[in-house]
C-alpha cells in the first residue's frame, strides 16, 4: 500500500504559528545589538559565541582601522553591564540575552617597555612609560617593580634572561636591556611560602612559615608588616603589632646583608607607616597611629612625613585625618599641650633614651652584631641565596618534593636560564612506591595545564583582595541534618571537593572567589543577578572538568 504523495503546509503570515525549521533557527541562534561610534547594527549569533569572535565580526562590519606600532597599541573592547569582556568568556555564561545591547570602544595603550616575571606570584609585570626608562638606574627600577609588587625593596633581586644580577648603583644600559625584555625577580630561599602568605593576609601562613633564626625572623616580621600596611591586610598589621614590630621602624635589610648596609637601598629606610599612606591605607593608618602618636613624625629617605605623603599622592581621605590628627590636642594631667609639640617633646625623651643605651654598651657593642658563624653577604663576592627556591626544598631535597603554592605558580625550574641549570645539579627522584600509567599521568597533567592557561594570571592577581569569603568553620558541634538527607551525602560532597581539587590544581574555594570576583565586575547589574553570573561560571568550568578525560 502507497501513500499519496502530500506537499508540507505553506507558512502564512496571518497565522500566529511558524514553520518548525523556523522555530529551530530562532532557538539555536539570539540578535544582540552592538553599539559603536553612535551606530547600532544588529547581530544574530548562537549562545556560546564567544567574545573574541564578536570583535571580530564588529571589526569586519564597522570598518575598524587599528594602529599597531612600537609605541602604543589599539584594541577593541565590549562592554556588558559595567564590565568589560573578555576573548574567551561566552555570551550566556556572562547573562547577556537575546536583546542585549553592547557597547564596543575602541582604546589604546602604551605598550610596556619591559616586563618583569614575579616568581613569588606567577604573573608578569609590565613596565609601562616611555624608552627613556631604558637609560635608568637599577634603584629606580627596583622602586617601580615594588610598588606595583607590593614587595619591600630588601626581599627580592632582579636578573636579566641570562642570569646576570642587576646592582642598584648600575645602569640598565650597562646590562643591555632592550625594549620589551622581560627581567626576573626572586627572593631569599625559602621565602616563596611566607610572602605569598603576606600577600594575601593570612596570619597562619605566615606564622607558620617564619624562620628559626631570630635575626632573620624579626626582619621577615617587618616586612610582613609592610606589605601588610600596603595592601591593607588589618588582621595581620594588628597581629604584627602584638608581636612587637613598630610602624616608625624602616624595613631594613636582611641580616645576611648587614655588611652592605651603607650601600643598601634608598627605600630600605621607608617604614610602614609611609606605605600606607602612599597606597591610601586610612584603617591602617589608624590602626598604627592610635597604636604610637609618634608616627605622626616619622620621616621617610626623603624627609617626608605621613601628611606630605598623603598630599603629594593625592589621598583625601588620608591627609584629612593626618591633619585633624596633627591640629588636636592632647589632654595630660593638669594641662594639654599641641600635638606637635608633643611629639616633639617625645622624639627628645626617646632620642635620649638612646643615647643613654648607647654610653652604657659603648664598650661591649659593635656597629655590627654578627657572630661568629653568621652568613654574610657581599655584592659581588659571594653567591647571592635569592633564587626562589621553596621551604620544602631546602628542608627536604632528597624526596624531591615541590612547594604546595597557595596560588597556581608557574614551574620556576622551566624558566631558569642555562646557567643556572648547568651551574645546580638535580636532585634524585624516587619512584613511587605505586604503579602509575604514563599515558594516564599524562593525561592529568594536561588537565591542569588547560585549566591554567584558561585562566589570566593579571584576573588572578585583582582577585587577590577584591572579594573575601567567611573563615572556614572549624566547629566541631554537630549540625542538625535535614529531613530526608542521606547519610552518606557528606562523604559525597567531600569527594566531590576532592576530586575538583585533583584535576583542577585549584581548590574550591579559590575557583568560588576567581568566578565571584569576574561577576562582581558587572557594576550595573544587581546583586543577585551577579551571582547567577558567578554561578553559571562554577558549572561550566566544573562540566569542562568532567569532559576531560581523566
Not at 635608568?136 to 642570569?163: D, I, N
Not at 565586575?521 to 551571582?531: D, G, M, S, V
Request: proline share 6%; charged share 20%; net charge positive.
Amino acid at each position: 500500500m502507497t501513500l499519496p504523495l502530500t506537499h508540507p503546509p505553506l507558512f502564512n503570515p496571518s497565522t500566529t504559528e511558524e514553520p518548525p525549521n523556523r522555530r529551530r533557527v530562532d532557538v539555536l541562534t539570539m540578535r544582540v545589538f552592538i553599539c559603536f561610534e553612535g551606530s547600532c547594527e544588529p547581530f544574530d549569533v548562537p549562545p556560546d559565541q564567544t567574545v573574541g569572535a564578536m570583535k571580530q565580526m564588529a571589526k569586519d562590519n564597522f570598518l575598524v582601522q587599528l594602529s599597531d606600532d612600537k609605541q602604543v597599541q589599539q584594541y577593541l573592547e565590549l562592554s556588558y553591564g559595567g564590565a568589560a569582556l573578555q576573548d574567551s568568556w561566552a555570551l550566556c555564561d556572562v547573562g547577556i540575552t537575546s536583546g542585549s545591547a553592547i557597547r564596543c570602544l575602541i582604546k589604546s595603550e602604551r605598550r610596556p617597555v619591559m616586563h618583569v616575571f614575579n616568581a613569588v606570584t606567577g604573573e608578569t609585570l609590565p613596565i609601562t612609560g616611555s624608552e627613556a626608562l631604558l637609560h635608568m638606574s637599577v634603584a629606580g627600577l627596583k622602586t617601580v617593580v615594588s610598588m606595583q609588587s607590593c614587595l619591600p625593596v630588601s626581599t627580592f633581586r632582579l636578573s636579566t634572561p641570562a642570569g646576570v644580577q642587576l646592582y642598584d648603583c648600575n645602569q640598565l644600559q650597562d646590562y643591555a636591556i632592550e625594549l620589551g625584555t622581560t627581567l626576573r625577580l626572586d627572593t631569599w630561599d625559602g621565602w616563596v611560602e611566607f610572602l605569598q602568605g603576606c600577600l594575601l593576609g593570612h596570619r597562619m601562613t605566615v606564622q607558620s612559615h617564619l624562620s628559626e633564626k631570630k635575626p632573620v625572623m624579626r626582619f621577615q616580621l617587618q616586612v610582613a608588616l609592610c606589605i601588610a600596611a600596603s595592601l591593607g591586610h588589618l588582621d595581620l598589621a594588628a597581629w604584627l603589632l602584638k608581636r612587637g614590630m613598630h610602624a616608625e621602624e624602616p624595613v631594613g635589610v636582611h641580616p645576611f646583608r648587614q655588611w652592605c648596609n651603607q650601600t643598601a637601598h634608598r627605600d630600605t629606610r621607608k617604614c610602614p607607616i609611609h606605605i600606607a599612606a602612599e597606597s591610601s591605607q586610612l584603617l591602617i593608618l589608624k590602626l598604627f597611629i592610635t597604636k604610637n602618636l609618634l608616627t605622626l613624625s616619622c620621616r621617610d629617605p626623603g624627609g617626608r612625613d605621613p601628611l606630605k605623603v598623603a598630599i603629594q599622592c593625592g589621598h583625601r581621605d588620608c591627609v584629612r585625618y593626618l591633619a585633624n590628627k596633627l591640629c588636636s590636642l592632647v589632654s595630660l594631667p593638669n594641662m594639654s599641650l599641641p600635638m606637635r609639640l608633643y611629639l616633639q617633646i617625645k622624639h627628645w625623651v626617646r632620642l635620649g633614651q638612646k643615647r643613654a643605651i648607647s654610653n652604657q654598651c659603648q664598650h661591649t657593642s659593635t656597629a655590627l652584631k654578627a657572630r661568629v658563624g653568621d652568613t654574610l653577604l657581599v655584592d659581588g663576592f659571594n653567591h647571592q641565596n635569592m633564587s626562589s627556591k621553596s621551604r620544602k626544598a631546602l628542608i627536604k631535597p632528597s624526596r624531591g618534593i615541590k612547594a604546595k603554592a597557595l596560588q597556581p605558580l608557574p614551574p620556576i625550574s622551566n624558566l631558569l636560564s642555562a646557567s643556572h641549570l648547568t651551574s645546580k645539579r638535580a636532585l634524585p627522584q624516587i619512584p613511587s612506591l605505586q604503579s602509575v600509567n604514563p599515558k594516564q599521568k599524562k593525561q592529568n597533567q594536561d588537565v591542569k595545564s588547560g585549566q591554567l592557561d584558561k585562566i589570566n594570571i593579571e584576573d588572578r592577581s585583582l582577585c587577590r583582595g577584591k572579594f573575601i569569603l567567611p573563615r572556614y568553620s572549624r566547629e566541631s558541634i554537630p549540625r542538625p541534618v535535614l529531613v530526608g538527607a542521606s547519610p552518606k551525602s557528606s562523604h559525597i560532597l567531600t569527594e566531590s571537593l576532592e576530586s575538583f581539587s585533583h584535576h583542577c590544581a585549584d581548590t574550591p574555594r579559590e575557583n568560588a572567589i576567581y568566578c565571584l570576583t569576574i561577576a562582581s565586575t558587572f557594576t550595573e547589574k544587581p546583586w543577585l543577578k551577579q551571582l547567577s553570573i558567578a554561578r553559571t561560571l562554577i558549572r561550566k568550568r566544573v562540566h569542562t572538568l568532567a569532559e576531560c578525560p581523566s
